[in-house]
Every structure is written in C-alpha cells, then in structure tokens.
C-alpha cells in the first residue's frame, strides 16, 4: 500500500488534483464566475449584446461566450476540473478507508485503550470471582446491547467491543459520487433527450417537433391533437388556469386523453408535453352569396387565407373589434383570381354588396370568436431519472457523513500483579457530546458494580 | 374582524423588535433576568405568529383560494422571520446561550419589520396563479427557508466569532460573554451544515418541481443560479475546514459572505434580474 500511494505522490499532476485545496478554489472560482450569467441576460441574438454594451464590451463577451455562460469552454472546463479533483481525491482517499473499513478492532491492548479519548479505569484490590466478573459484563451489555467479544487478548485480558457505524466511511464516497451521477444524468439527457415547443390551433394535430437546439425535425411516432383550451380568471382578473385537452392518437385511434394544466402535464412514451403558454387569435363566420342559389359560411381566421372555391374568391381578416356600438364588427379583405384586391367593414347585422368583375355578392357576418393556440413545451429527457437517483445519493451521502459516526466502546478486563483491572474506553468519528453521554451512562452502571468495592 | 391574522402579524413585528432589544441589552449589559425575559417575549412572538399565519392560511380558504401562506413576498418574509426565530429558539435551548440571540433574533425583526411597513409590499391575500399551484409549492418553501433561516443564525455566529476574535484574551466587558471561539467555530459548523442539508433540499424540490411545471429540472434562471452559487459559498465553507489556515476567521466570513449570496438570491434577483421566479416580487 505505502508503495503504491509514493508512486501516485511522486506525480505532481496527482498532487494537484487530489487537494483539497484545489477543490476550495474550484468552489469559489465557480461561485464567482457563475455570477457573470445572471447579471447578462442569456442566448440572446449576438445583435442585441453589441447594441446593448458596445463594441469592446462585446467582444469580450464574445470571447467569453457570456451569451450562453454555463455551456461556455470556460465553465464547461472549470465543472471538467471539478469533476476530475473530485475523483481523484477519491481514489486517494480510497486505501485508507478500506484500512479503516477493515481494521479489527478487537485486536487492541490495555496500553493503547488507555490513550483513548475517551477512558475510565478500575483498580480492584482483590482478584474478582467468574460471578462477579459475569455481573459487570451483563452490566455492560445492559447497556450497549449487542457486542463482540476476544477472550485472550495479547496482554492476556477479556476483551468486549462494541461497534457501530463502520460503514460509515462510505458515506462520502456516496456524497461525492452522487455529484457524478447528476452530471451523469445531465448529460445523457443532453445527448439522448430533446426540446422543442410548438403553438397548437383548437382541433389540430401534431406528429413531429422540431429540435429547439439542433432545429431538426423529430418525429414523435404518434401524433396529439389539442382538442380544447381554456383559460379561466379569478374575479380579481387574476389567471387562475389554462388548461388544454389533449388527446394522442396511434394511428387514427385515440390512445389517451388528458387534460393538461401548469404543474400537470401529459407524459407518453417518455415524451413529456407541457402547458407552457397560449394565444388567442380572432376568427370570424361569415355568409357569402353569389345569387340566391349559391350561398356560403366561411371561417375566416387571423394569418391565414380562406378560399371560396364555387367563386374563386380569397377572403382575409384585417381587423376584428369585438364590440362597436354593442355589436362585433370585422375588417375583410377580399382577393380574386386576377389579383384585384379590396376590403371592407362588417358590423354584425348588417348585410353589404361588393363587386368583382361582372359579378355582385352579398356579404354578412354571423358569428366572431376567440380562437385559441396552446403553447406546449415537449421533452424528452431519460436522464432526468439519473439526476433524480444523484439527488436522492447526496442527500443520504450527506446524512452519513454528518451524522452517522462510527463508535467503538471497549471493555477490557484482565489481571495485573494480582489485582484485577477493569478498562472503559471509546472513540468515534462525529458527535463527541452524544457519545461522552453514552459513555458516561456505561460507566455509571459499571460503578455500580465495581464501586461497592 | 379583530382578530384577523393581520392583528396578529403585526403584533408580531413589536413583538420581535422587542426581544432583539431585549436580548441586546442582556448582551451589552450582562443582566441575566433580561436574558430570560427575552426567551420568554421571544418565545410569546413565536407562538402569536404561528397563530396569524395558520389564520391566513384559514382566511384564504374563506376567500376561495385556499393555499398556503407562502405565495409572495409578504408571505414568504413573514415565514422567513417564523422559520429563522424557530430555529434561533432551538439553539438556544440546545446550548443555553442566550447571548446568540442578540445576533440572530435581528433578522427576524428586520424581515417582519420590512414585511409589515414597506410600502411595496403587498399584504392582502392573493390568489394562486397556476404556475404556483402545484404540491411542491409547501415543500418547496420550507426546505428552502429553513435553509435561509439557518444561515441567518450562522450569520450572526459568523458576526460573533469575528467581534469575540478582535477581543481575544479579554475575558470581562461585553465580549467577555460571547463563548468562547472554538465553541463559536463548532456552533457555526454545525448550523452551515443543518442550513446546507436544507438548501441542497430545497434546490432539489424546486428541481423536481420546476421539471413539472416547466418541462426542465434545471433551466439556469437567475434564481436557480443563484441558489447554486450560495450552495458552492457553504461547500467551500465545509471544504474550508480540511485545508490548513483556513478553519476559525475564514470560515467565518464565508458564513457572512454566504449569507449576503443567500439575501441576493432572496431580494436581489426579485428586484434586479428577470426571470421565471418573479411572482416573488410581489
């Protein structure tokens, strides 16, 4: 063992990483420059950082990549170095805790049990008879309940250990590899995972996303249609809910229906789809009519055309005020063929005539509404369940090393020039309140077999 | 209504400002009757604030919006003084030194103080918006918080072991009663690390959180970064420890440095940066 750990020390590149040291420097360094992502706004256009700190205040930023901080070369090396001390104070540490985790500490003499931290010592005149030896070792167990025993030890004493916590040792392993994990799970989730967003119209229907990262088109292997949204207000004005029913179809078969809300989305096939925003565009009805025989409803929605096919005519909507004098009103835009273009104001009620080349058409609104689109986030991230399990190792690493100590209590008991020698004595890692109390309690029960002496 | 929460929530505040200066004039003038009389107001606080906020809580549920008091600034400086006069309580019953107090009981004066008479500061009942309503939204808090509350008290530990440092030898005056540096040292430990073990939970329910409600456990949002950056502060602290030269008077800053990080990642990114945790401005 020596040997080998000289050989390691011998590296200055291990002497560097395996300290502590590096590893306070680390922390802060990361604490410090972290700062510099919160302070400028992040993954905006390279245009508004040279608009917004001039041209030497970007360059720099440029250099730094200080648009995207925490993916930087910089910050990505530095969690590089983190990870690397990290390991490598483990390996280091590694030998001398498995000398720890293996040491047995039955093999103990009276001398060094005398150096313990914690200690008592009983000198009886008289050598003691097997009862009254038997009554102190029931006192002892009394107490500390479980115990291991060697009865010859190499200065011919009785010897009882009890111990508890030697695991311990690994809870820092456990701490430390849990930071691994995490980093671990983020990167699958990176390489394996993806994210996009899409704006979804009532009633339409999505079978692919497109990567927010690479710009791809991802196909989702089943498709999902929005069948409904709905936002809802408490009577402050406040938003109380948005909420989107959403239905996944394989094929043309409807697989599952759910009703997403913020803090509750739908999940299939490990892609996750989230109520991250919404928008309402007006859409408006209106009745065409050529003659009397020909007559239509059309769907005229915001940004998007709507065709009258029997007249070939193209029908837009401008402007849509949801109430002059009391009523709806809708500003049309009316295209034909030959690319003669107009427009026109309906006020809901009120019939109007237009003309387009020869022909004469009679025009109504009949109904305006909110058209909704939902905003949803999709994922898919299957290192998510990594980081979780890192999270859950740091929290029980860290308990461990806290708070779990590793206590030995001894108890010798042996013969020297004739009187009889009782040791207490006890070590622990953490928490030497708690355990100078236990001790303390052991030793009273011990007196109140040997003080009557 | 009398007695509505808010009756009781300010009562709190006098209430507060009195056992921190009850408590410092134990610590400036040595009077131990003063000192228990600063536990007892202390304590009296303590359970009138519990009571205003489970009232709240109940007058929420009369409004129609029924959640827990932890919603926006008001409620969450309230519950910040709440969790910070607990845990300053807990010590002190565990190491018997009321001295502390007049390092730790300022903080949940100031917070109560703030929460009651600034102006900005919204305190009627509001209701949830959706982002907010969420299971996490108790867990959250709490751990975060309790989180916060311990760092306060290491704070002022921290603020102790650098004035009893100075003095060091004078055994008399008002340093005299200040413990000892080492029982300072080990006192301050022992907080950063129950402060730490809840910060790490609180990061990690916000996580988990956040990748319900947001579609991603980590989006690096100022106060996410935030929250990071005062984690690695206390990691360096406990680190601090094994390296050599470093225990005592610097651990002793970074327990103050750490706690300036936790106030920016409390005030500071409400009111300087954007991002998605703004309902906490309010």
């Known amino acids: ?361 009679g025009i109504s609104l009949v109904n305006a509404r909110q058209r909704y689109l939902t905003g949803l986030q999709i994922k898919k991230d299957p290192g998510v369940w990594i980081v979780w399990l890192g999270c859950a190792f740091l929290i029980i690493g860290f308990t461990v090393v806290f708070w779990v100590p590793h206590r030995r209590v001894w108890l010798w008991i042996g013969r020297r020039e004739g009187k009889t020698i009782v040791i207490l004595s006890g070590q622990t890692s953490k928490n030497k309140l708690q355990f100078e109390k236990d001790i303390r309690e052991i030793e009273k029960a011990l007196d109140s077999r040997l003080g009557a002496r | 209504m009398t007695f509505s929460s808010s009756y009781f929530l300010s009562l709190t505040t006098f209430i507060y400002l009195g056992a921190a200066a009850l408590y410092l004039i134990h610590w400036i003038f040595r009077v131990q009757k003063v000192g228990l009389l600063a536990t007892i107001v202390t304590a009296g606080g303590l359970v009138i604030q519990t009571t205003g906020i489970i009232l709240r809580w109940v007058e929420s549920y009369k409004l129609g919006y029924g959640h827990a008091p932890l919603s926006n600034l008001y409620e969450s400086l309230v519950f910040f003084a709440w969790m910070t006069v607990l845990v300053y309580l807990v010590m002190e019953w565990r190491v018997k030194r009321r001295v502390i107090g007049a390092f730790a009981t300022p903080f949940a004066s100031l917070a109560m103080a703030y929460a009651s008479f600034s102006p900005e500061i919204e305190d009627e009942i509001q209701p949830l918006i959706p982002a907010l309503k969420s299971n996490w939204l108790i867990a959250h808090v709490v751990t975060c918080f309790l989180g916060y509350a311990s760092f306060a008290v290491a704070c002022g530990l921290g603020i102790m072991y650098l004035f009893k440092n100075r003095s060091s030898g004078d055994s008399t005056g008002i340093m005299g009663i200040i413990p000892d540096c080492k029982v300072l040292d080990e006192l301050m430990h022992q907080t950063i690390i129950f402060g730490f073990l809840w910060l790490t939970l609180g990061i990690i329910t916000g996580a988990v959180w956040a990748n319900d409600a947001w579609g991603t456990y980590w989006s690096w949002d100022p106060k996410e970064t935030w929250s990071l950056i005062t984690w690695f502060v206390y990691a360096t602290a406990l680190h601090a420890r094994f390296v050599r030269g470093w225990a005592g008077r610097r651990i002793a800053y970074l327990s103050i440095i750490g706690f300036v990080s936790v106030m920016f990642t409390y005030f500071g990114v409400n009111f300087l940066l954007s991002g998605l945790h703004s309902y906490g401005s309010q």
């Open chain 1, 1 to 361: 063992m020596k040997a080998s750990s000289s050989i390691y020390q011998d590296n200055p590149i291990w002497r560097f990483f395996s300290s502590v040291r590096l590893a306070v420097f680390l922390l802060i360094t990361l604490a410090v420059t972290s700062i510099a992502g919160t302070l400028i706004p992040q993954r905006e256009s390279l245009q508004f950082y040279l608009e917004t700190y001039g041209p030497n205040f970007f360059r720099i930023i440029k250099f730094l990549h200080l648009y995207d901080t925490y993916h930087s070369w910089w910050y990505l090396t530095l969690l590089g170095l983190f990870s690397t001390n990290l390991i490598v104070c483990t390996l280091k540490r590694l030998p001398f805790t498995l000398r720890l985790f293996r040491k047995d500490n039955l093999s103990m003499d009276s001398g060094r049990l005398l150096r313990m931290p914690f200690k008592k010592d009983w000198e009886v005149k008289e050598e003691l008879d097997n009862d009254s030896i038997r009554s102190i070792i029931s006192a002892f167990k009394d107490v500390v309940g479980k115990f291991h025993e060697r009865p010859d030890t190499a200065d011919g004493g009785r010897l009882f250990l009890e111990e508890r916590g030697k695991w311990s040792y690994w809870g820092i392993y456990c701490l430390h590899g849990s930071i691994l994990i995490i980093f671990l799970g983020a990167l699958v989730g990176l390489f394996m995972g993806f994210k996009g967003s899409v704006m979804l119209p009532e009633g339409e229907t999505i079978d692919h996303i497109v990567n927010k990262q690479t710009g791809e088109q991802i196909p989702l292997g089943f498709s999902v249609r929005c069948d409904r949204f709905d936002i809802s207000f408490y009577d402050n004005g406040a938003p109380k809910e948005y909420r989107s029913d959403l239905t996944v179809l394989n094929g043309n078969k409807e697989v599952v229906r759910k009703s997403i809300v913020v803090n509750d989305p739908l999940k299939y096939r490990g892609i996750t789809f989230y109520q991250a925003s919404y928008r309402a565009i007006p859409e408006v009805t209106v009745r065409v009519a050529e003659s009397e025989s020909t007559q239509r409803l059309l769907t005229i929605s915001a940004f998007q055309k709507t065709l009258w096919p029997e007249a070939q005519l193209t029908f837009g909507l401008i402007q849509y005020l949801p109430s002059v004098h009391g009523r709806p009103a809708a500003q049309i835009w009316i295209g034909d063929r030959e690319g003669r273009e107009g427009s026109l104001w309906l006020l809901k009620g009120n019939k109007k005539e237009f003309k387009k080349g020869e022909n004469s058409y």
